[in-house]
T-cell receptor, first 110, second 113 residues
């Protein structure tokens, strides 16, 4: 079965606000996680990754937080823009292949 | 710009037909993958390949087969299409084992009627 799952299927935010997308995982031995973004009509695109020896990793306007105690990770998008509207997936390698969560659809209201 | 190209954006096929979905990558990647994407279920792995003429079953291989005769091309075959195979099919590639920065194609939306 799936080892990663997202908390909410949809999230709506106001343009300019910060967005937080959550993901839980079940395997305490998991040591690497990836976030993908899928815009309408396109395939998923790599955003950012994090290894279990880190609690936080920052990219351009995005931050991923990893809480190993509760087996939870989140993707934070600062100053959300219309171009951030997409489906976001967390993913985890398992047996040499990527297993994806169910996805959260982020809608940005102007 | 590196690319994974899926030959069809939309396909409509009849129940019982043999269907070929083609995927080509121009990055000399070793690994290639086929996923299907359904609402509420995320992406599920059908088959993958780490090398030419090599294939491995993913989580939902039933009703599918694959072919990888050349490094750049990975074909998904629906032996006898059924309505429950109506879905979005996504092909991906990655440079080698242990590299999880997959590059995805834009997908093929298959409808089986």
């Amino acid at each position: 079965g799936e080892s990663v799952g997202l908390h909410l299927p949809t999230l709506s935010v106001q343009e300019g606000d910060n967005s937080i997308i959550n993901c839980a995982y079940s395997n305490s031995a998991s040591d690497y996680f990836i976030w993908y973004k899928q815009e309408s009509g396109k395939g998923p695109q790599f955003i950012i990754d994090i290894r279990s020896n880190m609690d936080k990793r920052q990219g351009q306007r995005v931050t991923v937080l990893l809480n190993k105690t509760v087996k939870h990770l989140s993707l934070q998008i600062a100053a959300t823009q219309p171009g951030d509207s997409a489906v976001y997936f967390c993913a985890e390698p398992l047996g040499g292949k990527l297993i994806f969560g169910q996805g959260t659809e982020l809608s940005v209201k102007p | 710009d590196v690319k994974v190209t899926q030959s069809s954006r939309y396909l409509v096929k009849r129940t019982g037909e043999k269907v070929f979905l083609e995927c080509v990558q121009d990055m000399d990647h070793e690994n290639m993958f086929w996923y299907r994407q359904d609402p509420g279920l995320g992406l599920r792995l059908i088959y993958f390949s780490y090398d030419v003429k090599m294939k491995e079953k993913g989580d939902i291989p039933e009703g599918y087969s694959v072919s990888r005769e050349k490094k750049e091309r990975f074909s998904l075959i629906l032996e006898s299409a059924s309505t429950n195979q109506t879905s979005m099919y996504l092909c991906a590639s990655s440079p080698n084992r242990g590299n999880y920065g997959y590059t995805f194609g834009s997908g093929t939306r298959l409808t089986v009627v």
